[in-house]
């Protein structure tokens, strides 16, 4: 996995609406329309490919993140 978390918010996302697998409907949604700029508070997504892997390795989480998280929180404060 390369990218875990996708950012949105502030007139910017980093995913499309095309991408109800990975991010899930809701967070695909939420993508879509903050990248179109309407109203929805900042946030991200943690793709569904983190829970495959989280169920796939005995409950741990993928070394990278929570370094991802951390900065997609230190974005959402920034909005």
Do not use: W
Request: charged content about 20%; aromatic content about 10%; hydrophobic content about 35%.
């Amino acid at each position: 996995m390369s990218k875990n978390v996708y950012f949105f918010g502030g007139g910017s996302a980093e995913g499309k609406a095309e991408m109800k697998d990975l991010l899930g409907g809701k967070g695909a949604n939420l993508a879509e329309m903050a990248g179109l700029g309407l109203p929805v508070p900042a946030g991200f997504t943690i793709t569904t490919e983190v829970c495959t892997y989280y169920y796939q390795h005995g409950g741990s989480y993928p070394e990278s993140l929570q370094a991802e998280v951390e900065s997609a929180l230190a974005r959402v404060e920034e909005v």
